[in-house]
């Protein structure tokens, strides 16, 4: 097996399996973080544990961490929760077409709740317009959501000068970065970063699926989402899991070791899949600059979904759009609000990487694609 989609998800590690194996079997380690008894006391030091090294991956304090479901529960807690909140520091969110639905969708039902939603474009290399940011910027902005890496074409977003035009223009207006692409890829210091409302997804770094991370920063004021019994600070109802808790921090600190060569290997991938599928005729959707992680490319000649279940008789898996909305929708629209034209992205299909990739399938990969070529040729 190939597999080239580890946008859509990851390969659980052999530690996170082990870990939950043994620790479900484990005599003592399955009680209740909320107990008062010993059996509890285990279970609370264990979830606290869990969430100290996530701090320290992501140099933040313990206290600015959140378990949750996924990263689509972070980003409607933190971007529902901050509007709330906060209805005097502002009505208006920026934005731009490109998000992932986790966050289209909460600012959708938000602008029919009274919000003011501004979409800034987006030019081919996916990046927003800054002029548009900075005309749109006023003080009445509250909240601005953007994707740190976007997850169907790997354009990277330009944080920095983000940053410095939200505080030339208002300083009080904080930000949500959706971090699940950039996670264990580029370096995430969340006391450094200038962002206020984060969102980590566990099963895009090899931790298992229910398992997200919310990042508050310390002072910023979000209504809870999930109301109960007031676990984590009454931010997140629910009795804690200190196993999710664990398998996300076991994740996080694989992912985040040796980045600097986990980089350098998927990009030699992405480089010589570049190379390659050019001389094929194929078009590289994702930008020049784009993380190495993903590789947007359209096939001329094959619709998305025929190249995928090609690639698939040969246990190579890829996929169309994102795994999330792909059932849905045959236009890509990111690849729509970049401006790329229809044919182009009807044709488009993404690969992504892992650090668990190699340069051995990339060669096959391209061999199995001149078979499949080969084929339809014949065929014509
Ligand atoms: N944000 C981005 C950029 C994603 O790629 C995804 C999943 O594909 C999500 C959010 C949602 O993550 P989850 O599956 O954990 O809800």
């Known amino acids: 097996m190939i597999y080239f989609d580890n946008s859509a998800t990851t390969k659980p590690l052999p530690e996170v399996a082990k870990l939950m194996y043994e620790d479900m079997l484990s005599e003592d380690s399955w009680g209740n973080p909320g107990s008062l008894h010993e059996l509890g006391t285990i279970a609370y030091k264990s979830y606290i544990n869990a969430k100290e090294d996530i701090a320290k991956c992501f140099s933040c304090r313990e206290q600015e961490i959140y378990f949750t479901s996924c990263a689509t529960e972070s980003a409607n807690t933190a971007i529902t929760g901050y509007m709330r909140r906060n209805k005097r520091l502002g009505r208006t969110i920026i934005s731009t077409k490109t998000e992932h639905k986790a966050t289209l969708e ?9 919000c003011t939603v501004k979409y800034i474009s987006v030019g081919r290399d996916g990046k927003p317009n800054l002029d548009e940011l900075s005309n749109a910027i006023d003080g009445d902005t509250a909240l601005l959501c953007f994707t ?15 940053i410095d ?24 210091n969340l006391s450094k970063m200038g962002v206020e409302l984060a969102s980590f997804s566990g099963h895009k770094i090899h931790s298992i699926k229910g398992n997200g991370v919310l990042y508050v920063k310390n002072g910023v004021k979000i209504d809870p989402f999930i109301l109960g019994g007031g676990q984590q600070n009454g931010m997140r109802s629910g009795t804690e899991s200190p196993l999710l808790a664990r398998s996300f921090a076991l994740a996080l600190q694989d992912a985040t070791s040796n980045m600097d060569d986990h980089y350098a290997s998927v990009k030699e ?4 899949l570049r190379t390659e599928l050019v001389k ?30 090609c690639l698939e008789r040969y246990k190579i898996y890829v996929s169309t759009i994102s795994a999330c909305s792909s059932k849905s929708k045959k236009y890509s629209y990111v690849l729509e609000a970049m401006g790329i034209d229809r044919k182009q992205s009807a044709n488009a299909v993404r690969l992504s990487f892992s650090r668990f990739n190699t340069m051995d399938e990339a060669r096959e990969f391209v061999e199995k694609l001149d ?3 080969a084929l339809f040729s014949l065929r014509k």
């Open 280 to 309: 094929r005729k194929a078009i590289i959707m994702s930008p020049d600059d784009a993380l190495p992680y993903v590789l947007n490319v359209s096939f001329d000649g094959f619709e998305s979904e025929t190249m995928l279940h």
């Open 165 to 188: 035009i939200k505080n030339s223009k208002n300083r009080q207006a904080v930000i949500y970065l959706d971090c699940v692409q950039s996670v264990g890829k580029l370096p995430i």
């Open 106 to 114: 909460v600012l959708e039902r938000l602008a029919s709740e009274g």
């Open 269 to 272: 991938i992405n480089d010589y």
């Open 148 to 162: 740190h890496v976007n997850n169907e074409t790997g354009s990277i977003l330009p944080l920095n000068e983000i």
């Open 371 to 373: 078979e499949i070529y």
